[in-house]
């Protein structure tokens, strides 16, 4: 849980009500990230009546063999 931040796919992006988001396994610096299990942190907030919503998932990142 002490992990380290290595990639920000979207940041100030606004979406409409629903939505997919993608996240193509780069780093921030365009590097593949590594194959394992990462925590990836949503958070959201409506800019009319300011409430945030956070979710915390795990994913495993892998690729074909």
């Known amino acids: 849980m ?3 931040n290595i990639a ?5 992006v606004h979406f409409p009500q ?3 988001l ?3 396994g780069k780093r921030d610096d365009g590097n593949n990230a590594r194959i394992g299990i990462y925590i ?5 907030k409506d800019p009319t ?3 945030v919503w956070e979710k915390v998932k795990t994913v495993v ?3 074909q063999l």
């Open 40 to 44: 990836v942190r949503l958070l959201a």
């Open 8 to 12: 920000t796919p979207y940041w100030n």
């Open 61 to 63: 990142l892998a690729k």
């Open 22 to 24: 993608k996240w193509d």
């Open 2 to 4: 002490t992990g380290r």
């Open 49 to 51: 009546s300011g409430k």
């Open 18 to 20: 629903e939505g997919l």
